[in-house]
């Protein structure tokens, strides 16, 4: 009996979370339901117990901070799929985000303690990001995917910065809104140029019966939404800020990850 429902758990935890980690069949709903948990419990934990305490603030500081890590996450994660580095559960999605996050976490902490914030987290994490892209740039097959991300990138800008000049939102979620445009150009050139599939399972549902440059009005509506949400419901500014961080690494992570695959002429 005792055995049957430890083959019962492993099964469901193999089918649902274990196995798209190797086979890249994406997200469903059981794992991206857990993962946003898991990232939520994760941001307020990060906030109220560590950075809180150590007097971090959320700004622009740490956004740089977070978008030099992100870079070298997202490119470990696009060097595994590309075959230049092994398959780990550490350096697949999600495990990245983990091994990301307690990479930079002791720097964080060592770089308040000694009153050197942000100088230690800017060094380790540029070191880091270079480090990577090295490596991506040596094994790098085509460049073509890049020069198409960035023309719909600037694109995409150009009404977003033209918008801001209204002060429509405040400046630290212009950063996330950025990074989901550049998100956005990534997925469409990936999806409708390269013939890639989208992982997350809604999108892959709404792509299949609209297109690819549906994405534009849909993170749009999206990005709206959770802007508004967390202006009303988040009364606490710094909170806020964080959960805009979290918004920042949501968008930032999958524009890095993408290109870098396809410059490796990955298949979708």
């Given at each position: 009996?005792?055995?049957?429902?430890?083959?019962?758990?492993?099964?469901?935890?193999?089918?649902?979370?274990?196995?798209?980690?190797?086979?890249?069949?994406?997200?469903?709903?059981?794992?991206?339901?857990?993962?946003?948990?898991?990232?939520?419990?994760?941001?307020?934990?990060?906030?109220?117990?560590i950075l809180k305490p150590l007097r971090i603030k959320i700004d622009q500081n740490m956004f740089?901070?977070?978008?030099?890590?992100?870079?070298?996450?997202?490119?470990?994660?696009?060097?595994?799929?590309?075959?230049?580095?092994?398959?780990?559960?550490?350096?697949?999605?999600?495990?990245?985000?983990?091994?990301?996050?307690?990479?930079?976490?002791?720097?964080?902490?060592?770089?308040?303690?000694?009153?050197?914030?942000?100088?230690?987290?800017?060094?380790?994490?540029?070191?880091?990001?270079?480090?990577?892209?090295?490596?991506?740039?040596?094994?790098?097959?085509?460049?073509?995917?890049?020069?198409?991300?960035?023309?719909?990138?600037?694109?995409?800008?150009?009404?977003?910065?033209?918008?801001?000049?209204?002060?429509?939102?405040?400046?630290?979620?212009?950063?996330?809104?950025?990074?989901?445009?550049?998100?956005?150009?990534?997925?469409?050139?990936?999806?409708?140029?390269?013939?890639?599939?989208?992982?997350?399972?809604?999108?892959?549902?709404?792509?299949?019966?609209?297109?690819?440059?549906?994405?534009?009005?849909?993170?749009?509506?999206?990005?709206?939404?959770?802007?508004?949400?967390?202006?009303?419901?988040?009364?606490?500014?710094?909170?806020?800020?964080?959960?805009?961080?979290?918004?920042?690494?949501?968008?930032?992570?999958?524009?890095?990850?993408?290109?870098?695959?396809?410059?490796?002429?990955?298949?979708?």
């Amino acid at each position: 009996m005792l055995e049957s429902l430890w083959y019962r758990i492993w099964e469901f935890f193999y089918t649902y979370f274990w196995e798209p980690m190797f086979t890249r069949s994406g997200y469903n709903p059981i794992n991206t339901l857990v993962y946003a948990l898991l990232l939520g419990f994760g941001a307020i934990y990060t906030y109220r117990y560590i950075l809180k305490p150590l007097r971090i603030k959320i700004d622009q500081n740490m956004f740089i901070a977070v978008t030099l890590m992100v870079i070298f996450g997202s490119t470990v994660r696009a060097l595994v799929d590309g075959g230049i580095l092994p398959e780990n559960p550490l350096i697949l999605t999600p495990g990245i985000f983990f091994t990301t996050f307690f990479i930079m976490l002791p720097v964080i902490v060592l770089d308040a303690k000694l009153k050197l914030y942000p100088r230690l987290t800017f060094g380790w994490g540029l070191i880091l990001a270079l480090a990577v892209n090295y490596v991506l740039v040596t094994h790098a097959k085509s460049w073509e995917p890049y020069e198409l991300t960035l023309i719909h990138t600037a694109i995409s800008f150009i009404p977003v910065l033209l918008l801001y000049k209204y002060r429509p939102f405040d400046r630290l979620y212009l950063y996330a809104t950025l990074a989901h445009y550049y998100d956005i150009a990534s997925t469409v050139v990936a999806i409708h140029f390269y013939g890639y599939r989208e992982v997350h399972w809604l999108e892959n549902i709404l792509v299949q019966h609209f297109g690819a440059y549906f994405y534009y009005p849909w993170i749009t509506i999206i990005l709206l939404v959770v802007y508004y949400g967390l202006k009303y419901l988040v009364q606490d500014e710094e909170e806020r800020h964080l959960w805009y961080l979290m918004v920042y690494v949501l968008g930032l992570g999958p524009a890095i990850r993408d290109p870098a695959q396809l410059v490796l002429q990955i298949g979708g």
